[in-house]
């Protein structure tokens, strides 16, 4: 099956967020950050349910050297990004967004 990727106003937002804060960090590493969710993202779309579900059908797909993580659901052939937060930020933040 193939699945559309959908990313919340909210996940844009964090994404937009985690990425303005690495690039005043070093200049480059926004970029970076951005290109290691696209592949999360792609890697998700290729087969989302090889990642664990973390709270009422929301899964969470670890992003490669940053300490982030993609949240999301999986509903018919969509699937919609609810979230893209550092590891530890409260879980609550994303929960009330499921």
Same mark, same amino acid.
């Given at each position: 099956?193939?699945?559309?990727? /959908? ?32 592949l999360a993202l792609t890697a998700i779309k ?18 490669? /050297? ?22 530890? /930020? ?6 009330? /967004?499921?």
């Open positions: 099956m193939t699945y559309r990727v /959908r990313l919340r106003e909210e996940a844009e937002h964090d994404l937009e967020e985690a990425a303005s804060w690495y690039e005043s960090q070093l200049s480059g590493l926004g970029h970076h950050f951005l290109d290691n969710v696209e290729q087969n989302p349910f090889s990642y664990p579900v973390v709270h009422r059908g929301t899964h969470r797909a670890l992003i490669s /050297r940053f300490p982030f993580a993609v949240f999301y659901v999986v509903r018919e052939s969509e699937i919609a990004v609810i979230a893209v937060m550092h590891g530890s /930020r409260n879980p609550s933040l994303w929960k009330c /967004r499921t």
